[in-house]
């Protein structure tokens, strides 16, 4: 598969954290995320709900025009752990589904700060653009440098040989919306050479050539 280049983006998800959160830089950084969005004529994908910064990404968007959507599971929603989601809601059966739903809705990811449910979700989507499942960018939003002893995990584990350069480089790094916003939109794909060899098109189907497993997972 040939590299992808950069190209226009219509629609980001942003995953976040949902629990209440101390530090205000934290706080204005989503709401400027929403604003950005919405002058760009971007819209929002995310987790639903209307807590944390969810809660101020998505208002913040949609109050400023931004098409929202919230991809939620029914058991989350019907139980009002997240609060009322901001905008239209989809409703899905399982937490897998809501990841498959925000990639086909998406063509950009940003993580903001956040915890567990974050950081699982921004390695999902990672991981399934190693794999050539997608070419869709993915940015950390460094606000107040809350990634950065991710980003020196990373460098890390590239230098032990445990991430590709070409993975490692999946995660692209900012400080503000705009800068993240205008890096995502120049992102060029570059697959590693062995995840090429993968068709996902054919489901579990066994492929007919045998690959080379040094790809690195």
């Not at 979700?121 to 606000?143: C, E, M, R, T, Y």
């Not at 800068?179 to 120049?186: A, F, G, I, S, T």
Request: glycine share 8%; charged share 20%.
């Amino acid at each position: 598969m040939e590299e992808s280049s950069a190209h226009q983006i219509k629609s980001i998800c942003v995953f976040c954290g949902s629990n209440p959160e101390k530090n205000a830089k934290f706080v204005e950084a989503a709401n400027n995320l929403g604003k950005v969005l919405a002058k760009r004529k971007i819209h929002l994908v995310y987790g639903g709900g209307s807590l944390g910064l969810m809660g101020c990404v998505s208002t913040a968007a949609h109050v400023e025009g931004s098409q929202v959507l919230g991809i939620i599971p029914t058991a989350l929603a019907e139980g009002n752990f997240v609060g009322k989601t901001v905008g239209e809601e989809l409703r899905v059966p399982t937490m897998q589904d809501r990841i498959s739903k925000m990639l086909d809705n998406s063509d950009a990811f940003i993580a903001l700060p956040g915890g567990i449910g974050t950081l699982e979700k921004i390695f999902q989507i990672a991981s399934w653009a190693q794999l050539n499942i997608h070419h869709k960018p993915i940015g950390l939003l460094n606000v107040d440098g809350f990634f950065n002893k991710l980003l020196s995990f990373l460098d890390q584990a590239e230098e032990e040989n445990f991430i590709p350069h070409s993975a490692r480089q999946i995660f692209i790094s900012a400080s503000t919306a705009e800068e993240m916003v205008d890096k995502l939109e120049d992102f060029v794909y570059k697959p590693d050479p062995v995840a090429t060899q993968l068709d996902w098109s054919k489901g579990n189907s066994s492929k007919k050539r045998k690959m080379d497993l040094s790809l690195h997972l």
